[in-house]
């Protein structure tokens, strides 16, 4: 008998397999899972002068909706602050710009498979 993957499970898999995507596409990861007392930021990456916060989204199918649909104005609220909170935790950071954006990992209705769509 196989154990389904808890959803934190799923959710950290949906984490790695977009923080390997975003690498490909060139950004440098720079923190997974980084918290404070205000949440969780799932990964700050760079490219050149940009440094991006993005908030994963896991989704099976469709039914929910996609990952880009779940990120309310409170949610998007709460990454600002939490964005700020990363950058004043380490003065020395120097970017010539910022950026909040979602990475959609969705599951191939026929199997394993993963799409991953950023919205970029």
């Not at 808890?6 to 899972?33: D, F, M």
């Not at 939490?82 to 710009?97: E, I, V």
């Amino acid at each position: 008998m196989t154990t389904r993957p808890s959803n934190t499970e799923k959710g950290r898999q949906a984490e790695r397999l977009a923080a390997a995507y975003l690498e490909s596409l060139g950004y440098s990861i720079l923190a997974t899972n980084w918290r404070c007392p205000l949440g969780e930021l799932d990964i700050v990456a760079s490219m050149g002068t940009r440094l991006v916060f993005f908030e994963v989204k896991y989704r099976s199918g469709g039914a929910f909706g996609s990952g880009e649909e779940a990120l309310t104005r409170s949610k998007v609220l709460r990454l600002q602050r939490l964005a700020q909170a990363y950058m004043q935790a380490d003065p020395s950071l120097r970017f010539a710009s910022f950026g909040l954006e979602v990475v959609s990992v969705t599951r191939a209705p026929a199997g394993p498979e993963f799409r991953i769509t950023p919205a970029i």
